[in-house]
């Protein structure tokens, strides 16, 4: 069964220090690894695609990596605006492409 | 203006009641989404659209149904809710041309039965 595992479930961060979140998945044949952000009572935003081990992607303060059973979301010298919860899905080969979504780590940057 | 819209943004009913959540979008995207978040449960998919004239149900499809009016528009209805029918709830779209594609979400109906 597809599935995908987010750890920590909860961050709490001072103000410049780097940390990195983790995204474990299990897929029949990954097509896709995505990250979003969300903000509390808002939907996901799009951040990254992933599609193939070693690829990696980066946006300001953020780069996203991937292996063949991990993706890592790196957070270098976070500011309190990066608060935000961090979801990870992946779309499978198999059946229909939908997409499978962790439960998320929730951050909190502290000024 | 959003891209993804959703209507209403809140509402509170009571069990038994029909309620219809709404969906549109100025994406030209052929695939559409439902999804419910509950805290510890991330997003589960209850139906999904690849054009109008297919849907398919999700893993929680149970008590839901939906209609796809036209391309733009994907409505999501509850026939007699229920309480554990209290839930945040997303609708999403996406690209398709056999490649893989990101999803856009709207912002979201709090939906709260009593």
């Known amino acids: 069964e597809d599935q995908v595992t987010q750890s920590p479930e909860a961050l709490r961060l001072q103000e410049g220090e780097s940390s990195s979140l983790n995204c474990s998945y299990t897929?029949?044949?990954?097509?896709?690894l995505f990250w979003y952000r969300q903000d509390p009572g808002k939907g996901p935003e799009f951040l990254f695609t992933?599609?193939?081990a070693g690829e990696e992607k980066e946006k300001e303060r953020l780069k996203a990596t991937l292996t063949k059973k991990e993706s890592f979301l790196h957070i270098t010298a976070p500011k309190p605006e990066d608060s935000a919860t961090y979801l990870c899905?992946?779309?499978?080969?198999?059946?229909?492409?939908?997409?499978?979504f962790g439960t998320g780590t929730r951050l909190k940057v502290l000024a | 203006d959003a891209d993804v819209t959703q209507t209403p943004r809140n509402r509170i009913t009571k069990t038994g009641k029909r309620i219809m959540l709404e969906c549109s979008q100025t994406?030209?995207?052929?695939?559409m989404y439902w999804y419910r978040q509950d805290p510890g449960l991330g997003l589960r998919l209850i139906y999904y659209?690849?054009?109008?004239?297919?849907?398919n149900k999700g893993e929680i499809s149970d008590g839901y149904s939906v209609s796809r009016q036209a391309q733009a528009k994907f409505s999501l209805s509850l026939e007699s809710a229920i309480p554990n029918q209290t839930a945040l709830y997303f609708c999403?779209?996406?690209?398709?041309?056999?490649?893989?594609?990101?999803?856009?979400f709207g912002p979201g109906t709090r939906l709260t039965v009593t």
């Open positions: 999403a779209t996406s690209a398709t041309d056999g490649r893989v594609y990101e999803q856009y």
């Open positions: 897929v029949s044949g990954l097509r896709g």
């Open positions: 992933l599609y193939s």
């Open positions: 899905a992946v779309q499978s080969i198999s059946g229909t492409y939908k997409y499978i």
């Open positions: 994406k030209g995207h052929d695939r």
């Open positions: 659209s690849f054009d109008v004239k297919d849907i």
